[in-house]
């Protein structure tokens, strides 16, 4: 009789300690990945059913756009949020209004360094933590379909660029009021903290540490990049933290939004 087969690769691999045990920690290893699954769940529910509502997005009075609808660029958005110019007739309500960035974001987020270690500790057990045997008995890493597609994040990372600029653009326009001049509420401070911090973020991944000081031989001929390096370099040890930041920042900023749009409370005003 043949002796089963056993794996070559992961923690039941020839070599490894036999330990029957999944893990020999006692400590609490679980709570990290636990919190992390609850944070990641909290996101992406309220973010789906925020991106599908098309309700209380846009408050016309000072021009405040939520972030979940830019750019708004079809006949389906409501007068005013077509910042960019109206390029698609009406949309079926199952396709999102900002179907244009909310792609790129998701493959931006999916595809980070930060959110990969997170899922997969959390959601795909893949370890679950150090010392803790992962459920599967093989491990191919991201050799293979359809892991092997996080190659692809240097490029998401242009397209965030680009997304920042957007939202940058949609903050500078909630300073003018509808009546014409400039206005400055608490949505205006939201909505610019919001910007700044997901810049932090963007700017702070791993792929533009590469850009902007990869490849290079010699720092010493290169000051400009060595000096940008530096600065994003210093800004990727908080990736984590901006990470995290930047999904309560988009919520908050969506919710207030939310509230002053649908009449619930109304906007504090510091320069009508
Ligand atoms: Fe996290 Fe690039 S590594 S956004």
Known sequence: MNAPARSTTGVRAPGRAEIAARTLRTDLWWRPPLLTTLGLTVFVVYATIRSFVRTAYWVDEYHYLTPFYSPCVS???VPGSTHFGV??????????LAFLSLPFLLGFRLTCYYYR?????????????????????HY????R???????????????????????????????HRSTGGFGFGLGNVIITVNVILLWAYTVSCHSCRHVTGGRLKHFSAHPVRYRLWTWVSRLNTRHMQLAW??????????????LVASGTISDLRFVN
């Open 87 to 96: 390029w698609f007739g009406e949309l079926p309500m199952w396709v999102p």
């Open 245 to 258: 930041t930047t999904l309560g920042t988009l919520m908050l900023t969506d919710f207030y939004i939310m």
């Open 140 to 143: 191919t890493g991201e050799t």
């Open 75 to 77: 006949a389906s958005c």
């Open 145 to 175: 379909l359809p892991l092997i597609l996080q190659n692809s994040h240097r490029y998401f990372f242009y397209v965030a660029l680009v997304v920042s600029a957007i939202n940058t653009y949609d903050a500078v326009l909630a300073f």
């Open 117 to 137: 270690k997170a899922y997969y500790r959390s959601i795909w057990q893949s370890p679950t933590a150090c010392a803790v045997a992962e459920p599967r008995a």
